[in-house]
């Protein structure tokens, strides 16, 4: 049966955000998560639909892609799909060719689960291998330790100091209000928690959102910040633990989170807070000029 690809309307989202729940396993792959939606959609639902493509098989939805950013695609892959030849090559023409809506022309990325076929199937059409990203997960079968720092549920009223506090995380962050609400409208947000840490002062210190997929499925971290005057003091640990506290209370089976390899004080943090990294992901990237086949 024959593979068609496809963009959303906002009304099919909710599809999209139910299969990728679906696929959300701690025995298959750390993979896109509908979390990853769920943070995206801070730029609107028409945004959100515009940036995910979808791959069906008759009636089923076999693959989902979310271009988060003009070069690079997230592909999440369903789990009993992960060695299908037919939707690997698919994926890897719809990829290599702009004709076909998903990448433009001159350099661009993939994110594929690990051990897909389609991973081999790009670096046989000569996708180099990219930047290692560090995947790591805390199972919440036990119950979490106290994080030892005062944490405090965002709504609507608190969105401001979350936001404020992000945009002190990380250089050139775009966090704003209005972004704050529009991801808190979206369908995703349903299973989500974001939180506020604040020193003894009173300070707010440190932020995290957190994604559940469902009871007994994975929920995802994301993202997490500390703010740049506050750093050196525990409070990733602190509120990364807050993270796991909040995603067992909504019935994750464990926390998953990915970082760049090479960001050193990102992994420390996740693993000081009883996170265990799994086998590395690397983006397949195509160079600017490069035609891969």
Same mark, same amino acid.
């Given at each position: ?8 309307? =906002?009304?099919?989202?909710? /599809? ?18 509908? %979390?990853?939606?769920? *943070?995206? *959609? ?52 719809? =990829? ?9 022309? $001159?350099?661009?990325? @993939? ?6 076929? @389609? ?15 560090? =995947? ?18 965002? #709504?609507?009223? /608190?969105?401001?100091?979350?936001? /404020? @506090? ?5 250089? #050139? ?19 989500? &928690? ?30 997490? %910040? =500390?703010? &740049?005057?506050?750093?050196?003091? %525990? ?13 067992? $209370? ?23 807070? %009883?996170? !265990? ?7 397949? !990237?195509?160079?600017? #000029?490069?035609?891969?086949?």
């Amino acid at each position: 049966m024959a593979i068609v690809t496809s963009t959303p309307d =906002v009304a099919g989202l909710r /599809e999209v955000v139910d299969v990728l729940r679906s696929w959300q396993d701690d025995a298959a792959p750390f993979q896109l998560h509908p %979390g990853d939606l769920g *943070w995206f *959609w801070r730029f609107g639902a028409d945004a959100t639909a515009e940036a995910v493509r979808t791959w069906r098989r008759g009636d089923r939805v076999v693959a989902v892609g979310l271009l988060d950013g003009p070069d690079l695609v997230r592909v999440a892959v369903a789990p009993d799909a992960l060695g299908d030849v037919a939707l690997a090559e698919r994926l890897v023409e719809d =990829v290599a060719h702009p004709a076909r809506g998903v990448l433009g022309e $001159g350099a661009a990325s @993939v994110e594929a689960p690990v051990g897909a076929l @389609v991973d081999a199937h790009l670096a046989a059409a000569g996708w180099r291998a990219d930047e290692p990203w560090a =995947v790591l997960r805390r199972d919440l079968a036990a119950p979490v330790e106290d994080p030892g720092i005062r944490v405090q549920d965002v #709504g609507p009223d /608190e969105a401001s100091e979350w936001t /404020e @506090v992000l945009r002190a995380s990380f250089d #050139g962050s775009t966090s704003t209000d209005e972004r704050w609400h529009a991801m808190a409208a979206g369908l995703p947000f349903t299973d989500a &928690r974001c939180l506020v840490g604040y020193d003894a002062p009173g300070s707010a210190v440190a932020v995290v959102a957190v994604w559940s997929a469902g009871p007994g499925r994975p929920g995802l971290v994301e993202p997490m %910040g =500390v703010h &740049r005057d506050h750093r050196g003091h %525990g409070y990733g640990r602190a509120v990364t633990t807050a993270a796991a506290v909040a995603l067992r $209370g909504l019935g994750a089976s464990s926390a998953v989170v990915a970082t760049p390899s090479s960001n050193l004080a990102a992994v420390a943090t996740y693993e000081s807070a %009883g996170f !265990r990294r799994l086998p590395e992901r690397r983006d397949r !990237r195509r160079d600017d #000029g490069a035609e891969p086949t």
